[in-house]
């Protein structure tokens, strides 16, 4: 489909730009229970159209950290997505904590698990264990290239326990930046106006997950607003 090969263009793009060295992070505060709680979301039907058990402890995390949100969504979001992929029963957990100077986030599962030595491999690109022998299973190889390759410019790591057929671990740390307060009062109040700002929102996707998904994060940040739901373009004009 087009989306997936937009995914692999997009992700080869990335892939290259790291490996040529030119590619910069983008260190800024945001609040990072927020943006885990998006991800999760956004992630949330899917982990329960297969009847899992989709766990979450994100609570022992501070609130502001300074750091390039956009790329640390990206890794969580590849391993969350890998998680509920390749589990078809029981659980799928993220839990997200303080350690020492580190944000510490695991993502486990109750999955098909990968053979110890294929564990080494995981990193390399265009690498995807028995992506040839079950379909279903289609990426492009590249997610965790990416995300571990992204964890070491952040000074962080990837790393993976997993025994087959009774799932997989993956922790994902990065040391934590504390913004100075200031920053954190301006970014608290750019995020206060959200609640008090009344808007109306017209959200149009032929996907009823995608609208879904959207209206979430949409009300989460504008939780008084209105929204008006449209499955095609007549529907938009009505």
Do not use: W
């Not at 990426?139 to 025994?163: H, R, V």
């Not at 934590?176 to 750019?190: C, G, N, R, V």
């Amino acid at each position: 489909s087009s989306s997936y090969l937009l995914e692999i263009v997009n992700d080869i793009l990335d892939i290259s730009q790291i490996e040529e060295h030119k590619f910069e992070l983008e260190n800024k505060t945001f609040n990072l229970h927020e943006a885990l709680t998006e991800i999760i979301t956004v992630l949330e039907n899917l982990a329960l159209e297969k009847n899992l058990k989709y766990e979450c402890d994100i609570k022992d995390i501070p609130e502001y950290i300074v750091a390039d949100k956009k790329r640390i969504s990206q890794v969580i979001y590849n391993l969350m997505h890998n998680a509920i992929k390749y589990t078809n029963e029981g659980f799928v957990k993220i839990t997200a904590k303080l350690h020492i100077s580190q944000i510490v986030i695991r993502v486990s599962d109750s999955g098909i698990g990968i053979h110890e030595q294929f564990i080494e491999k995981l990193y390399q690109n265009f690498t995807q264990e028995g992506r040839d022998s079950n379909s279903n299973l289609r990426g492009s190889g590249l997610g965790l290239s990416i995300s571990y390759k992204l964890a070491t410019l952040m000074g962080g790591s990837i790393s993976c326990e997993s025994k087959i057929n009774s799932g997989s671990s993956f922790t994902f740390s990065f040391p934590y930046q504390p913004p100075s307060s200031k920053e954190i009062s301006l970014h608290s109040q750019a995020n206060d106006l959200g609640f008090d700002i009344q808007l109306n929102f017209l959200i149009a996707d032929d996907n009823n997950l995608n609208l879904m998904v959207i209206q979430k994060i949409l009300n989460s940040e504008f939780p008084n607003s209105n929204y008006y739901l449209a499955t095609d373009g007549l529907e938009v004009l009505q």
